[in-house]
């Protein structure tokens, strides 16, 4: 890394130029008078991809290239399996600088690694099967409480006004009158008709005490109707009904080495772990485990390739930070990457990577 210190000094002069739209193009680096970074990075889409004879391609790797170009530094590519020895890699000085959507964690940076200022926000979330039709989805979304509680709302307080009404109307109104089972059955009757404004007229309250309660009613009915539909959307049947709280107990999958294996540790679920994401969703496919957590960038990605077969379930379980890491103590390079990336964020860069990369993947989602 010292090779590179009196390089960058002198080059830190440039620090503030913004990329130019030209930027978001993939470059390849060939002057030789550059001084040569090694860049370590492992596939995570679409933030690496990574293709035979090609170098890596994505929203990282554009970032990257930006911030060698603006420091007018070589790269040489050095890609790895797993985060694990991606990491290794930084500590044992295989490679100098380490990118992809690496989350910034405190573990992480006790292991004798420093990191850069976050240039995107993440977090992890869990994907599972989707359903193959919507009825199985509804029925359990339908037994679920925050469901039923609407329901159990419209019994409770209809049995309570028809009480009420038969409390004060069975002394003088023969619709309400005689045994009480049946006076208060047709006091709950009329409560119902009020709630769903059928109003039959079939059963009144002539009296003003019950005429106040049945005017009270009817305005108290409306948030009641309101709750009742809130709770039947498509949002809450569908998407909501699974999440990790609901799969406690049942094996989950993670990603060896990775944020959402230690997520994972201190959650009430059997973990799992796999050494790539690959061999995770093979898992998810066979029933081996009911769930995979990842980050939500990469997931939703992957599920926009495989809408039919994929879902998000719930909603982010952490939030994390994406920085590059360096060895601890490369002072000189973090300040440089560091000056970069919050100049790529005040003139809108990162905005533009992230239009470039994500923008396509929204648009499908929103049509489907």
């Given at each position: ?298 997931l939703r990605h992957f599920i926009n390739l495989n809408p039919d077969a994929f879902a ?57």
């Amino acid at each position: 890394m010292i090779r590179h210190l009196s390089a960058l000094t002198v080059l830190l002069t440039g620090l503030w130029i913004a990329p130019s739209a030209q930027s978001l193009e993939p470059r390849v680096l060939a002057d030789s008078s550059r001084p040569t970074i090694r860049v370590g990075t492992k596939e995570l889409p679409p933030f690496i991809s990574i293709q035979p004879s090609t170098i890596p391609y994505g929203y990282s790797a554009d970032l990257w290239q930006a911030i060698a170009d603006d420091l007018a530094l070589q790269t040489e590519w050095v890609t790895y399996k797993s985060v694990s020895d991606l990491l290794a890699g930084v500590q044992t000085g295989e490679v100098d600088v380490a990118i992809a959507g690496i989350s910034i964690t405190a573990q992480r940076e006790s292991d004798g690694l420093d990191f850069s200022y976050p240039f995107y926000q993440s977090g992890l979330q869990l994907m599972v099967p989707r359903s193959e039709t919507a009825l199985p989805t509804l029925a359990v979304g339908m037994l679920q409480w925050k469901n039923l509680r609407p329901i159990f709302l419209i019994f409770a307080s209809s049995t309570l006004v028809g009480g009420l009404i038969w409390l004060v109307e069975h002394n003088h109104n023969d619709h309400f009158s005689g045994n009480p089972l049946n006076g208060i059955s047709q006091g709950i009757w009329f409560a119902i008709v009020t709630l769903g404004t059928f109003g039959y007229g079939d059963v009144t309250p002539t009296k003003f005490a019950g005429r106040f309660i049945a005017t009270l009613w009817m305005g108290f009915s409306f948030f009641i109707v309101a709750d009742f539909i809130a709770s039947l959307t498509v949002h809450q049947l569908s998407e909501s009904t699974v999440d990790l709280q609901a799969l406690s107990g049942q094996p989950v999958g993670a990603i060896a080495g990775t944020t959402g294996e230690i997520f994972l540790q201190s959650q009430p679920v059997q973990l799992m772990t796999y050494p790539d994401f690959k061999t995770a969703v093979a898992a998810l496919e066979t029933g081996e485990i009911q769930g995979v957590i990842q980050d939500e960038p990469a997931l939703r990605h992957f599920i926009n390739l495989n809408p039919d077969a994929f879902a998000l379930a719930g909603t982010l379980l952490t939030n994390e930070g994406y920085g590059l890491a360096v060895r601890e103590n490369d002072t000189e390079l973090l300040e440089a990457i560091d000056r970069m990336i919050l100049n790529y964020q005040q003139r809108g860069f990162l905005q533009e990577l992230h239009r470039k990369w994500f923008q396509e993947t929204a648009l499908e989602t929103t049509v489907r």
